[in-house]
């Protein structure tokens, strides 16, 4: 890409007038600025830890009771059901070849 030719130079005349109208920030236009900013900054991450008009949420704590007599669940100390199958069902449920479920699978490797 060839490259671009130069913008013209400004005259001498354009570059003292807009010297001349250059004026740097005050010090109180700089400390007015920096206190916006920073009022910016601090109003911006107070509201995001607190949300307006947000619902506070209530946490209502409910620990179950202790099992009165008789009582075996929906207590400290219930009881728990488990279903088990009777022992020579769950013998004759068992594959015969060897106990894996699938015959055609590949033997283990077993280590000596």
Known sequence: MPDSPA????PDTLLK???????PLSGRRRLLILLLA???????????LYRPGGVKATRVRVLP???APGQTTGCI???SDVIVLPPQVAASAAPA?????NPSAPAPIRSR
Request: proline share 9%; glycine share 12%.
């Open 7 to 10: 913008p013209p130079a400004l």
């Open 65 to 67: 009771a202790v099992c």
């Open 17 to 23: 007038a807009l010297d001349a109208r250059y004026r």
């Open 97 to 101: 070849s060897g106990g894996h479920p």
């Open 77 to 79: 100390g219930g009881q």
């Open 38 to 48: 920073i009022a910016t900054a601090v109003t911006i991450f107070w509201l995001l």
